[in-house]
């Protein structure tokens, strides 16, 4: 029973599991703002595009 004990205090008071998961936290939400950038420019690219395309006759 004792070695449970121990065991489960070592297991709350170890912190690495933590921490690598907020960096896969941190590490999400920077890939969710390039992609939102990356669709912004693009939905902007592709606007401009399309208006230098209807000023070309056909």
Same mark, same amino acid.
């Given at each position: #029973? *004792?070695? =449970? *004990?121990? +065991?489960?205090?070592?297991? +709350?008071?170890?912190? &690495?599991? !933590?921490? !690598?998961?907020?960096? =896969?936290?941190?590490?999400? #939400?920077?890939? +969710? !703002?390039?992609?939102?950038?990356?669709? !912004?420019?693009?939905?902007?690219? &592709? /606007?401009?595009?399309?208006?230098? =395309? /209807?000023?070309?006759? /056909?």
């Amino acid at each position: #029973m *004792r070695a =449970a *004990r121990e +065991l489960f205090q070592t297991f +709350l008071g170890n912190e &690495n599991g !933590a921490t !690598a998961i907020e960096y =896969a936290l941190i590490a999400g #939400m920077i890939c +969710l !703002a390039i992609v939102g950038g990356a669709t !912004a420019v693009g939905t902007t690219t &592709n /606007d401009s595009f399309t208006k230098a =395309a /209807d000023g070309f006759p /056909d």
